[in-house]
């Protein structure tokens, strides 16, 4: 029933920045405050990796090898969770997936979003 949705994704030189969305509908209540949310990365040949959660009770975790450099963020509001990214690698690029997990542990996966980091 929960549908995310990812936007943001682009081309982008090394140093650069971008701001991923990840929209979230189709149930009661405010998913991203009510679930857990997550951002994953999948690169060519490579395994699936979480990047960023943020917990319901707010509590957030970064990969290594993005701390310093990206946030993982969200409006209750608006339903949605947003990750920054700042001072992007060619090693960043990837498919990014938003992923939620609910109370009753069913995963939801967005559909992704392509990020190049590229000259």
């Known amino acids: 029933q929960v549908q995310l949705v990812e936007s943001g994704g682009g081309l982008v030189q090394p140093g650069g920045s971008l701001r991923l969305s990840c929209a979230a509908s189709?149930?009661?209540?405010?998913?991203?405050?009510?679930?857990?949310m997550d951002w994953y990365r999948q690169a060519p040949g490579k395994e699936r990796d979480l990047v960023a959660g943020?917990?319901?009770?707010?509590?957030?975790n970064y990969a290594d090898s993005v701390k310093g450099r990206f946030t993982i963020s969200r409006d209750k509001a608006k339903n949605t969770v947003y990750l920054q990214m700042n001072n992007l690698k060619p090693e960043d690029t990837a498919v990014y997936y938003c992923?939620?997990?609910?109370?009753?542990?069913?995963?939801?996966w967005g559909q992704g979003t392509q990020v190049t980091v590229s000259s």
């Open positions: 189709g149930s009661i209540g405010s998913i991203v405050s009510i679930n857990n």
């Open positions: 992923h939620s997990r609910s109370t009753s542990f069913v995963d939801y």
């Open positions: 943020i917990t319901r009770g707010g509590s957030i």
